[in-house]
């Protein structure tokens, strides 16, 4: 794109010599040597940070850095083009007026599927022992709350059963006064890990029960499996994790640019391109607080229902994070915009007069960017052709050998 703008400029360098010399001849036989060039030079200041010279812009203030005020170090010239109408058409020159419009601040990102850590469930056991029988036999079963998980052997349940069984006999025959006896022993059973199903059925029974079954706390998936048959396990091995899906988890990335504008409770939409299903509407629950070294954006998190098990962990979707309006703020065409290694500027039509001006821009949406200081209301951009006058402007700065010039 920039050999073609340099390729056309070149092209039209004769257009706008030709355009210039009648201009000065017209002007020459008014008698008027002030309006001879068609190139005016026009100051603007350049303040420059003390400790960090690349920090440069065109009004005083501080540096965002360090918190110095900013120097005026030397008063940067730009050039104003004079092109008249019938030039101005041939370079398919338009103008839009800078006015105050309503941006409304939003994101397109992509967000990935992952379990919900606060939907994760461990299996473990509290006295250690063996598997005697595994119900699950594949990593990522589909189990359901009640479903059996395994079954295991422990020596120390069984003797804590037997304990308890004893208690229970002797508390019949005694009455209230070996009540104590017997809590102390259905809590021991407890804090080993059987449930009230597992102590109710060892009332009825009065015996005592060589393998354990330990059954799903919930629906869900098996993420982790770490038990086979006739393992020997302690209570310090995670044995299985049950992960619900009913709702999963959006992360997605923001540019770091883009995070002042960014809060919790912000809405947004996800789509699910592979279910051809578009706009599930969602909101931000959390913002990480760590920035990424390498990528230089952070991470929000973002809910989605499930129930239907559309979406899986490591699923890439397309989402829309939408902020508040930024109301009646001034803005210009996104085309308008030229950046450079010093900031932005744009090219600012005055007549038959175009200058270009350095600006400081700010949020950008709907083909807006909005504008900081720089520009007033009512003054007229150019949108397209601007990189011809961008590098017209340039190049008439440039020194020029008079050698020669006035000898003929």
């Known amino acids: 794109m920039c050999t073609f703008y340099f390729i056309t400029l070149l092209l039209l360098q004769p257009a706008f010599a030709l355009l210039a010399q009648d201009h000065s001849e017209h002007l020459h036989q008014a008698a008027s040597p002030a309006a001879q060039q068609s190139v005016l030079p026009q100051a603007t200041p350049l303040y420059v940070c003390p400790m960090h010279p690349h ?30 109408g019938a030039m101005q058409q041939a370079l398919a020159i338009r103008t839009e007026a800078v006015a105050p419009r309503t941006l409304w601040r939003f994101i397109e990102s992509f967000a990935q599927v992952q379990y919900p850590e606060d939907a ?17 036999r594949s990593l990522g ?53 059987l449930t009230d199903n597992d102590i109710s059925q060892l009332q009825q029974s009065r015996q005592s029960q060589y393998q354990i079954t330990v059954y799903a706390h919930q ?12 393992m020997y396990i302690s209570p310090g091995d995670t044995l299985m994790e ?49 920035l990424d070294a390498q ?24 989402v829309r994070l939408y902020g508040g309006p930024l109301r009646d703020v001034l803005a210009v065409p ?16 005055d007549g038959d007069s175009f200058s270009v001006r350095h600006i400081t821009t700010g949020s950008s949406a709907q083909g807006y960017v909005q504008v900081l200081t720089g520009l007033h209301q009512g003054e007229q951009v150019v949108v397209s052709g601007q990189f011809l006058l961008d590098a017209q402007a340039s190049l008439s700065q440039l020194p020029q050998s008079t050698a020669g010039s006035h000898q003929h």
């Open 55 to 84: 920090i440069q812009q065109g009004e005083s203030g501080n540096c965002p850095i360090c918190g110095m005020d900013l120097v005026l170090q030397r008063q940067q010239t730009t050039a104003a083009v004079d092109v008249n």
């Open 120 to 136: 994760i469930h461990h299996s473990h056991i509290r006295a250690e022992g063996w598997i005697e029988q595994l119900y699950v």
């Open 141 to 193: 079963q589909r189990v359901k709350a009640g479903e059996k998980l395994f079954s295991y052997y422990a020596p120390d349940l069984l003797v804590a059963q037997d304990d308890y069984l004893q208690a229970l006999s002797v508390s019949k025959q005694n009455g209230e006064r070996s009540s104590s006896l017997l809590k102390r022993a259905e809590t021991r059973l407890r804090l080993l890990g």
């Open 219 to 230: 629906d869900g998936v098996v993420t982790v499996l770490n038990v086979r048959d006739g």
């Open 242 to 290: 049950i992960t619900s899906l009913a709702k999963v988890w959006l992360l997605a990335d923001v540019p770091e640019a883009q995070q002042s504008w960014l809060r919790e409770g912000m809405s947004a939409e996800v789509d699910i391109p592979s279910h051809q299903i578009t706009g599930i509407e969602t909101r931000i629950d959390f913002i990480y607080p760590a």
């Open 295 to 318: 990528s230089r954006s952070s991470k929000v998190r973002m809910t989605v229902d499930n129930k239907q098990q559309l979406l899986q962990p490591n699923m890439l979707l397309p």
């Open 334 to 349: 996104r085309d308008a915009v030229l950046l450079s290694g010093n900031g932005s500027r744009v090219i600012v039509k």
